[in-house]
């Protein structure tokens, strides 16, 4: 869309999550900094104003009365975050009845975290793929029976209509936008000015494997993770592991399934696969010298694992994240591993 400008209405509800507005926002406006000119006309608009009180207590100043009759409707509406309660709030439910007469007039229509259930009430997600925040899916789901509720990534795209999952989700969700309407490069130089660690695909988790690990490992297994990424590289059967943590072959496979949801194996998977996203995004070595340090067999099956586990491939993977935070494939040199 080069040299045209977008205007894009915020529908901001009261007690939403500031970073539900500022995330995108932000993107957005850091993209007209970039293109040097406004690429994304933007307004903020609420069933209340001209203040809005955010979810912890930060006043929202500039919203809009929203419009009965807009003589034009934006190119984009967001719908930054609302509440999942069943009715909506009588401060936020005027959103819906205006959505349902004028969505089919707006080429683009997003939501933020929990705006989901808004486009739910107003009939637009009937029949279409959609995410919310990870803790309202099921609420979602049974609310809403005629959407297909997904929670594989961290936001999705069905046609005109875009869903993100909760807080951060919305700064990747736009950051897709951008390049969707600018490019790639136009959405790195964002993604860069705003100091992001990387980028995130709509592919991604709502929350690491790592974290779900460090959530669910008990004090008296931590060691099973140091030993194993101290011999990433090397073979680990399960009783090379259970000899160097002090714990028998039964009882550490016992262990694994009861706080780790996985056989020792399955384990080591993960932990392989997440020091393998770590060096793809933070490092420029060769595909090949990622396999070898992670241990993950030869490359065929280093691509098919990874594929498998996370729905991209290495090299997108990389092509997708690493420019985000500074790490360049290094072309006709290899760098061996340490």
């Given at each position: 869309m080069v040299?045209?400008?977008?205007?894009?209405?915020?529908?901001?509800?009261?007690?939403?999550?500031?970073?539900?507005?500022?995330?995108?926002?932000?993107?957005m406006g850091h993209t007209n900094d970039v293109l040097g000119r406004t690429a994304y006309d933007?307004?903020?608009?609420?069933?209340?104003?001209?203040?809005?009180?955010?979810?912890?207590?930060?006043?929202?100043?500039?919203?809009r009365p929203l419009p009965e009759d807009p003589e034009d409707l934006p190119d984009m509406i967001l719908v930054a975050g609302a509440s999942p309660q069943d009715p909506l709030p009588a401060d936020q439910a005027p959103l819906v009845p205006w959505l349902r007469r004028r969505?089919?007039?707006?080429?683009?229509?997003?939501?933020?975290c929990t705006g989901a259930?808004?486009?739910?009430?107003?009939?637009?997600?009937?029949?279409?793929?959609?995410?919310?925040?990870?803790?309202?899916?099921?609420?979602?789901?049974?609310?809403?029976?005629?959407?297909?509720?997904?929670?594989?990534?961290?936001?999705?795209?069905d046609g005109a209509?875009?869903?993100?999952?909760?807080?951060?989700?919305?700064?990747?969700?736009?950051l897709a936008l951008v390049e969707r309407d600018h490019g790639?490069?136009?959405?790195?130089?964002?993604?860069?000015?705003?100091?992001?660690?990387?980028?995130?695909?709509?592919?991604?988790?709502?929350?690491?494997?790592?974290?779900?690990?460090?959530?669910?490992?008990?004090?008296?297994?931590?060691?099973i993770a140091s030993?194993?990424?101290?011999?990433l590289p090397e073979p680990l059967p399960v009783e090379r592991i259970a000899t160097g943590v002090g714990m028998s072959q039964r009882s550490l496979s016992r262990w694994c399934r009861e706080h780790l949801d996985g056989s020792p194996a399955e384990v080591v998977r993960k932990l392989r696969l997440d020091e393998a996203r770590r060096l793809?995004?933070?490092?420029?070595?060769?595909?090949?010298?990622?396999?070898?340090?992670t241990g993950l067999g030869d490359a065929s099956t280093f691509w098919r694992v990874f594929t498998h586990d996370l729905g991209i491939t290495p090299s997108e993977y990389r092509q997708r994240f690493a420019k985000a935070c500074g790490a360049e494939p290094v072309a006709g040199r290899s760098l061996r591993p340490a």
């Open positions: 040299g045209s400008v977008q205007r894009v209405w915020f529908l901001v509800s009261p007690r939403t999550g500031m970073l539900n507005v500022a995330g995108p926002w932000e993107v933007l307004e903020a608009y609420g069933p209340t104003g001209p203040e809005v009180r955010t979810h912890h207590g930060l006043v929202l100043g500039g919203v969505h089919a007039g707006i080429p683009t229509v997003v939501s933020i259930f808004v486009l739910g009430y107003a009939g637009i997600l009937d029949g279409r793929r959609a995410t919310t925040h990870w803790l309202h899916l099921e609420t979602l789901r049974a609310r809403f029976p005629r959407v297909q509720v997904v929670d594989e990534g961290i936001f999705v795209q209509v875009w869903t993100s999952a909760g807080v951060t989700a919305g700064i990747d969700l736009a790639h490069g136009v959405a790195m130089q964002v993604a860069k000015r705003m100091v992001l660690f990387l980028r995130r695909s709509g592919h991604q988790a709502q929350f690491s494997q790592a974290l779900r690990r460090q959530e669910q490992e008990p004090p008296r297994l931590r060691d030993f194993v990424l101290e011999h793809l995004e933070a490092t420029a070595l060769p595909l090949k010298d990622v396999t070898a340090r």
